[in-house]
């Protein structure tokens, strides 16, 4: 699909943008058959920043449990996505906008509406559409009654869905130099030339400004830097939401580093499906080394070490003193790499 800057798109022009996929659509009737079967507080939702391993995770779990994925459901090419951006009066905003917008829930659980219904019917496999369905590996898999949803847009609402539905959550975060690294490497660099961070964390209406707020004199300083700051400062403020929102959780939720995870492999994944309470499909079962759908070309075939440091080939040093900078003033240099 190609990019649309600058422009804004009504919901018939965003159809027109989604490419034609027999396969997901044929995907989508198959878990429309199937998704009473599914229990959705038995459904994995994994939860990231965008560039943070959320993709290489879904896959990875969706093998080791033997289910089936849907990628997305909060992308704006997403029907039910079209319908959340109405009820939160931004579906006239330009596609730039709607990219990076996290829809958000301050209140304990989320009230009927349509961002309830997106979380219903994603925890079922019921969502509507091809698109988040595009990178299904085949009918058998469709065929699967366990699932695997991931979202980099959830953020903001992720805890009042789990305290509606019961699900378990896995919420990877990687450390924000490799984020930006892999954001320069990839197509992704021009959708973020265009955040805003005063019109995505201080818009006024839902109550997100409640809570980012106490830092608005460093938002909209950041808003006037160079697009690595406010990247570095979206990251790190949508983080602290989530620490903020599980703070003291009891219930089925884990929080792990990318870098952890890449490192220790087998182990640390059997203790977080303990943890949260899902049971692997093969109790003796292998992480796959294969990149995932959407690793970048650079990144493809990377060892271990390289996906974990390499960003320190692809940042100058203003840029790591920029970001780390920018992390600290929010309180996050723990989660720098080398820190955890």
Same mark, same amino acid.
């Given at each position: 699909?190609?990019? %649309? ?7 018939? @022009? ?7 996929? !027999? ?9 429309? @058959? ?16 965008? *560039?943070?391993?959320?993709?290489? !995770? ?18 704006? =090419? ?11 009066? %931004?579906? /006239? ?25 997106? &979380? ?8 509507? /559409? ?20 991931? &979202?980099?847009?959830?953020? !903001? ?7 509606? &539905?019961?699900?378990? %959550? ?21 959708? &973020? ?9 201080? *818009? ?51 929080? +792990? ?13 059997? @203790? ?27 990144? *493809? ?25 920018? +992390?600290?003033?929010?309180? =996050?240099?723990? *989660? ?5």
């Amino acid at each position: 699909m190609r990019a %649309v800057v600058g422009k804004t798109l009504n919901r018939e @022009e965003l159809k027109s943008r989604v490419p034609a996929n !027999l396969e997901g659509e044929m995907a989508c009737r198959i878990d429309g @058959e199937l998704a009473s079967r599914i229990d959705p507080r038995e459904t994995l939702v994994i939860s990231g920043f965008w *560039r943070s391993g959320t993709t290489w !995770l879904e896959e990875t779990l969706r093998e080791i449990l033997q289910a089936k994925t849907l990628f997305e459901p909060c992308d704006p =090419l997403a029907e039910d996505m079209q319908e959340v951006h109405m009820h939160d009066q %931004v579906a /006239g905003k330009k596609l730039e906008f709607l990219r990076l917008y996290m829809p958000y829930a301050g209140a304990e659980t989320l009230p009927s509406g349509p961002l309830h219904e997106l &979380f219903r019917k994603a925890l079922v496999a019921e969502s509507r /559409g091809a698109w988040i369905r595009r990178f299904r590996k085949g009918s058998e898999e469709s065929h699967r009654t366990r699932v695997v949803v991931k &979202f980099v847009r959830a953020q !903001l609402c992720l805890r009042a869905a789990q305290n509606t &539905f019961g699900m378990p %959550v896995l919420h990877v975060y990687r450390d924000p130099r490799a984020v930006i690294a892999s954001i320069k490497k990839t197509r992704w660099h021009w959708l &973020f030339e265009h955040l805003v961070l005063r019109k995505q964390l201080l *818009r006024q209406g839902d109550g997100r400004e409640e809570f980012f707020g106490r830092w608005r004199d460093e938002i909209l300083e950041c808003d006037e830097r160079d697009p690595v700051a406010r990247v570095a400062a979206y990251w790190a403020l949508t983080e602290r939401f989530v620490e903020h929102s599980y703070a003291d959780y009891p219930g089925r939720f884990a929080a +792990i580093s990318y870098e952890k995870l890449a490192a220790e492999r087998e182990k640390l994944f059997a @203790e977080i499906l303990r943890k949260l309470g899902l049971r692997p499909a093969v109790e003796n079962f292998q992480v796959s080394s294969a990149d995932s759908t959407t690793t970048s070309l650079p990144q *493809r075939g990377a060892s271990v070490q390289e996906r974990v440091a390499g960003w320190k080939k692809y940042l100058s040093a203003d840029e790591i003193a920029l970001i780390e900078n920018t +992390i600290a003033r929010f309180g =996050l240099a723990h *989660r720098l790499a080398e820190n955890a």
